[in-house]
Nanobody
């Protein structure tokens, strides 16, 4: 079992920056992917960025060049640095962990979400 807690969301003006943090606790295994998803009103949840236990990153086309995902394996944390924010980035952002569990099956965990609002 894994618990995820996000922080760092809030209200920011267009062009501004925010840094989201996610702390994972519980049974974390070595083969895993940590990532950030977001869901705007009336839209489906979408992948924003992810990073594997080996350091490989993946970004949605809409955030490439503006967002940076990173992780601290010693602290079991993942971060999302968001720069040049746009109103269309407004959404609830969710931390996610996928890992190969003890029964050789993939497990999927979600945080409670943190609101990011980009508005002037």
């Amino acid at each position: 079992q894994v618990q995820l807690v996000e922080s760092g969301g809030g209200l920011v003006q267009p062009g501004g920056s925010l840094r989201l943090s996610c702390t994972a606790s519980g049974s974390i295994f070595g083969i895993n992917v940590m990532g950030w998803y977001r869901q705007a009103p009336g839209k489906e949840r979408e992948l924003v960025a992810s990073i594997t236990s080996g350091g490989y990153t993946n970004y949605a086309d809409s955030v490439k060049g503006r967002f940076t995902i990173s992780r601290d394996n010693a602290k079991t944390m993942v971060y999302l640095q968001m720069n040049s924010l746009k109103p269309e980035d407004t959404a609830v952002y969710y931390c996610n962990v996928r890992q190969l569990g003890i029964q050789n099956a993939w497990e999927n965990y979600w945080g409670q979400g943190t609101q990011v609002t980009v508005s002037s």
